[in-house]
């Protein structure tokens, strides 16, 4: 009886220790203070006034981050060695150096202080004042795309809003960029002068290829998109119960997270539903907000997958980004807060609990670090967490960028393994359904080595008008580019599965970079002999007369002749045209360098030196047009130069939607392909042609497929000053008064009129020939005399 109440009282002991077990264990930074010397700090200490801190960490550079706090600090390392405090150089004249909003943009830092933004190239040590902004802002928002050698990347991380806080959005003043800061400019909001409510913020939120604005009014927060189909209402409204702060969620899935130190929300679909986190235990949910369960937030961590919150009252808090109602756990208490601590992912599944240290001696603050390794802490019994149900979840698609072009599609594949004696539920999602949809196949597709069945999921995907399945009031413009993230996941996914990941990658809706078209040149000038290749390379070049083309596409004469050089870099061997033919180029379109198809689409050609001698075949009546069709002429003067017709300005006169007034049925129809059989005409004249040709159909495809090519006419004869019908007249004519004199001639000469004409011929013949002999005497006397000299006229 004694041994087991010692037994149970040692049991009693051990659980204490068993459930102490820390969360991490701290560690101090400290270096670069070996020897005593003093550093001093240049410039003006920047510091963050809220009671609570900000951890920014660079979404695309890990080791990128800011800490906003009473100090503020950056860092490239992570905050592996002891920092000075961050200043801005006194010479930048801020006044107050309060920051208030800190956003990172490719290789920049933006600053807001004191009511400016300023950039700071941590790879150059500079900083700059960003230009263009007229009115005091206190925020700045962005994004960051980090799938690597994307254009279209680069473009999302350069789109940047700065814009006051709390005013109202029917007076405020809010400004973009799309330099990445550097210069901004006034953004103009449809119908900004009639929203009613403050500016909670305002975001790119490219998840759903929209302008967010967040409208406060009256305790209550809902977002106000900018185009076609969600500009037609807000989205559901929230309570608004205090100054929210606002995360996008690294990776574009429309992950926002908007919290304050009595309130966290969560929406996965960039705002258009708002949700409390809940807070559980096990299965149990505990509280349905933060509010409820009366936590005081003092810090919160957000990577693309999971959500990490420490409060005031020295508790932690983990829950994962899912699709189901976000819901967070406490984990086990260990003293961990300080009114400087802040909270970091340094990658999935680790968490950075950081604390800066002031050190008495040195400038220099060091820190204290301690990593949670979520995957351990969540294998303890009392959390109630249920065993990862998941063996494995790949797809070759994550971590890649694709691009859907008009009329495109894309297939992609992920492979499951379930646990055994376990179900998995696979979720495929699209963040922006209202461009993009798709259709999912699910089925085994064999077995591993142990006997679990593998699963596989096919997805097919291309945009959503064209599955003829959704209304228009559902669908975004055809002609706008947009884009999506797509993630597959498992609906019923515990959350200890940290390591498996959702699939997500970023898909384009809008130009396929790799498209370009090719004029077929099948027959061309050197082919046929008509032009050498070896003198086109020979800086050739030609003469345009001054009556064939006008600098000023306007159809207007030149002064003086225009001369050419040939570029045969650029052109290659001219396509070889019959001037009398009737003629249109046949537009390939080519992907990298293979070849596609050949272009049915409208597109317009424009010879680039001015040149005008041909026309069309077709007029605007002729071509059957409902409204008055555009022609080079409006389309140079609307734009202020040459080349700039294409998808984006291009109206059809064949479109129901046009209003333009047929006005000039008679005038020529510019436009060439599509559904009528408008051609080229050339005048009479042989020679050099240089064509700019743009496709200008905005439903082939959201690229601006254009090139320049060239083309010799050739087969024009000299115009001839009489026409074929009088050379015809005059030459019978003349055959024929040969044969009549010929005939009469002869029987004229039997007659006593022919002799006496006869006889007057043979005098006059032997007058000619004694006067002949005579001069040709005279000659003969005088030709050994010496010449004299003579004036040339």
């Not at 800061?181 to 490219?206: M, N, P, R």
């Not at 807070?279 to 003092?298: D, N, R």
Request: hydrophobic share 40%; proline share 4%.
């Amino acid at each position: 009886m004694l041994m087991l109440m010692l037994v149970a009282a040692v049991t009693m002991w051990l659980r204490p220790l068993v459930t102490a077990q820390p969360l991490c264990r701290a560690r101090t930074v400290r270096t670069g203070k070996v020897f005593n010397v003093t550093q001093d700090v240049q410039g003006d200490h920047l510091y963050f006034r809220s009671t609570t801190t900000r951890l920014i960490k660079h979404p695309c550079k890990k080791n990128i981050a800011l800490y906003l706090g009473k100090q503020v600090f950056f860092t490239t390392d992570n905050f592996e060695t002891s920092l000075l405090p961050f200043t801005i150089p006194t010479s930048m004249q801020v006044g107050v150096p309060e920051v208030t909003s800190a956003h990172f943009t490719g290789s920049f830092l933006l600053l807001v202080v004191n009511h400016k933004v300023y950039t700071y190239d941590y790879e150059s040590n500079s900083w700059n004042l960003s230009l263009g902004i007229k009115h005091p802002v206190t925020h700045v928002s962005g994004d960051n795309c980090c799938y690597t050698g994307s254009l279209f990347c680069v473009n999302v991380s350069n789109l940047v809003f700065a814009y006051f806080r709390g005013d109202q959005i029917s007076q405020t003043y809010i400004y973009y960029s799309n330099t990445g800061g550097f210069s901004f400019w006034k953004y103009h909001y449809d119908g900004q002068a009639e929203i009613v409510g403050s500016l909670g913020g305002i975001f790119h939120l490219f998840s759903l290829s929209q302008v967010g604005m967040l409208v406060v009014h009256q305790g209550k927060g809902m977002f106000k998109y900018s185009d076609h189909p969600l500009n037609r209402s807000l989205g559901l409204s929230f309570d608004y119960n205090g100054t929210l702060d606002i995360v996008i969620a690294p990776g574009q899935k429309g992950i926002l997270l908007l919290w304050f130190e009595k309130s966290l929300l969560f929406s996965h679909n960039a705002g258009q539903l708002v949700d409390t986190v809940r807070v559980k235990k096990g299965e149990q949910t505990l509280f349905t907000s933060i509010f409820e369960a009366q936590i005081t937030i003092h810090n919160i961590a957000v990577n693309e997958n999971e959500l990490a919150v420490i409060t005031r009252e020295d508790n932690l808090y983990y829950g994962n980004l899912g699709i189901v109602p976000s819901s967070i756990i406490k984990f086990a208490d260990q003293h961990i807060w300080s009114e400087d601590t802040a909270l970091m992912f340094r990658s999935s599944g680790i968490l950075e609990i950081l604390t800066p240290l002031r050190d008495a001696a040195f400038a220099a603050f060091d820190f204290q670090k301690c990593l949670v390794n979520i995957q351990a802490i969540l294998m303890d019994p009392d959390l109630h967490v249920g065993r990862c149900n998941i063996e494995f979840l790949k797809g070759e698609f994550t971590y890649r960028m694709y691009t859907i072009d008009m009329h495109s599609q894309l297939e992609l594949t992920a492979l499951l393994i379930p646990q055994p004696g376990t179900s998995l539920i696979p979720l495929v999602m699209v963040s922006n359904p209202h461009s993009l949809g798709f259709q999912a196949t699910f089925y085994e597709s064999g077995y591993t080595s142990d006997g679990n069945t593998k699963y596989k999921l096919d997805i097919y995907l291309k945009q959503q008008q064209h599955w003829g399945r959704t209304d228009f009031n559902f669908t975004s413009s055809l002609r706008r580019a947009t884009m999506s993230t797509l993630t597959v996941d498992i609906a019923n996914k515990e959350i200890s599965c940290v390591d498996i990941k959702p699939l997500s990658t970023l898909i384009s809706v809008g130009c396929d970079l790799d498209k370009k078209i090719i004029i077929q040149n099948t027959v061309s000038a050197c082919s046929k002999g008509v032009l050498d290749a070896l003198a086109l390379q020979d800086n050739y070049s030609f003469i345009i007369d001054k009556e064939f083309y006008d600098p000023g596409f306007q159809g207007r004469q030149s002064s003086k002749d225009l001369h050419v050089f040939y570029s045969y870099q650029q052109l290659g061997c001219p396509l070889l045209v019959y001037y009398d033919t009737p003629w249109k180029p046949v537009v390939e379109l080519w992907k990298k360098d293979r070849f596609q198809e050949v272009v049915d689409a409208e597109y317009v050609l424009l010879e680039v030196n001015g040149q005008f001698s041909y026309s069309y075949s077709l007029t605007a009546k002729s071509a059957m047009c409902t409204s008055q069709p555009q022609n080079w002429t409006t389309m140079i003067k609307e734009s202020g130069g040459p080349f700039f017709w294409n998808r984006e300005n291009y109206v059809s006169c064949h479109d129901p939607n046009n209003n333009a007034p047929l006005k000039w049925p008679d005038v020529q129809y510019q436009i060439l392909g599509g559904r009528t059989a408008n051609q080229i005409i050339f005048s009479h004249n042989n020679g050099f042609y240089v064509f700019y040709i743009s496709i200008v159909d905005p439903y082939y495809s959201y690229c601006q497929l254009e090139t320049v090519f060239s083309i010799y006419v050739y087969g024009a004869f000299p115009v001839q000053l009489v026409s074929a019908g009088v050379v015809m007249v005059l030459l019978i004519s003349s055959i024929l008064g040969s044969v009549w004199l010929a005939y009469m001639i002869p029987r004229l000469l039997r007659t006593a009129r022919g002799r006496r004409m006869t006889s007057f011929v043979a005098q006059l013949y032997g007058r000619c020939k004694t006067v002949c002999q005579f001069r040709a005497s005279a000659t003969a006397r005088t030709g050994s005399e010496p010449m004299g000299r003579h004036r040339s006229s």
